[in-house]
């Protein structure tokens, strides 16, 4: 909790990590709300149906993604 998706002290250095190790993978690190701080917020205040269907429809609008994905998920 209080994390964010783009830290890059932390989430976006697991982001960094994979793109470096995974030549030409594509890494879709999700942030709930429009910017880091709504993010980082939402960790502790936000309802977690609402932030599911906020995931989903960011997922589904990934053309990167439409024949299939693998995922790693993180619970801060």
Request: charged share 30%.
């Amino acid at each position: 909790m209080g994390d964010s998706c783009c830290n890059p002290d932390s989430m976006g250095a697991i982001q960094a990590t994979l793109e470096e190790e995974l030549p030409g993978v594509h890494v879709h690190s999700i942030r709930i709300g429009e910017t880091e701080d709504a993010d980082r917020k939402a960790s502790f205040l936000d309802k977690v149906w609402r932030q599911v269907d906020e995931v989903c429809e960011t997922l589904a609008a990934d053309e990167k993604l439409k024949d299939g994905f693998n995922a790693i998920g993180f619970s801060q």
